[in-house]
DNA sequence: AAGACGTGGAG
DNA sequence: TCTCCAAGTCT
């Protein structure tokens, strides 16, 4: 039988993370870690805003590379605002969620225009800009400008229900957490407080196997006490993905060249650059058929591709021409250089797609 | 307020 | 193979 963990206040709770903060802490290419900071070197407001909005749904480890070619590419927000949709989405391409490079570049112009390229230094200023919510708000403002926000993202979820045992099933426990994170939120270093729950989250309190013996809350922790961390956060059950089916089709010219479209701004993919594509729905396979082909030639089958998006399984069957390219009205996009694939606002699907038809479109990729 | 919205890595 | 899920936001 084990004994009631000795109450601990807020403060001490604070302390003991930030303690283990200052030995363990993730170095990451946007953060200041602590020994810098202590020096009075402060992040870039912009570096913090790119990699939040970059982290969002979204593992460190995807984000390094994009990360560091968007500061190279645009290393002030203003640059980002000057550049073109197309090549910020272009640079996206592969990272998911395109809401959020739409988003970005809309934000980027509104701090340039609006705000003479600094961001706002505030909770509420920053929720209102697009693509900032009430997480990224509070963690702009908290990392970057070292206000007292409390700071909430699936981690903490995970560290505070554990904590505290929480047994209300997630979305519907989150008011009541983000009130304990509120409390537990020191006013002396709550950009490194907010950091150092993630990390702790990342790294120690993990979901499965988590290292509860290396956890600086390991007297303090009510799951940890009824001996079954893993069982938090309580999270309500998920729906099963249907499947959708369609047809995408390839065209390649006596050039080389590839028939692509743009796809409309809004939904699934918006704004980011396709193989032409039909309808994508439930019918039974092979019901489509080349009828729908951006035109009228010899389209041969070349197999099929599986690819799960959050809420669906699609199954495309590919179709692949090879020929003169026919002079038809129907045709809307434009006809590119299949050694310039790359440089296009191709999503990963469609890079998918592509690749089934003709292999060497992608020669580094393959695998 | 519940569903839309991508992708790749880990176990 | 399959399930889970990673620093959420928008509608």
Known sequence: MKTSPAPTTGRALAKELLDWYDRHHRDLPWRISPPMAARGVRPDPYHIWLSEVMLQQTTVQAVKAYFAKFVTRWPTVDALAAAPSEDVMAAWAGLGYYARARNLKKCAEAVASLHGGRFPDTEDGLRSLPGIGDYTAAAVAAIAFNRPAAVMDGNVERVISRLYAVDVPLPGSKPAMKARVAE???????????????????????????????????????????????????????????????????AVDLDGNVLL????????????????????NSRKDGETGTSAAPFAAEWKACGTVTHVFTHFELRLSIYRFHGPAPNDVRIHGWWEDVANLDAQALPTVMKKAISQAIPEAFPIERG
């Open 184 to 250: 537990l939120t020191p006013s002396d270093r709550p950009g490194d407080f907010a950091q150092a729950m993630m990390d702790l989250g990342a790294t120690i309190c993990t979901p499965r196997r988590p290292a509860c013996a290396l956890c600086p809350f390991r007297r303090d922790c009510r799951a940890l006490e009824g001996d079954d961390p893993e069982r938090f956060p309580v999270k309500a059950a998920k729906k099963e993905k249907p499947v959708r089916l369609g047809a995408a089709f390839v």
């Open 261 to 280: 479209r743009r796809r409309v701004e809004t939904g699934l993919l918006g704004g980011m650059t396709e193989v032409p594509t039909t309808d994508w």
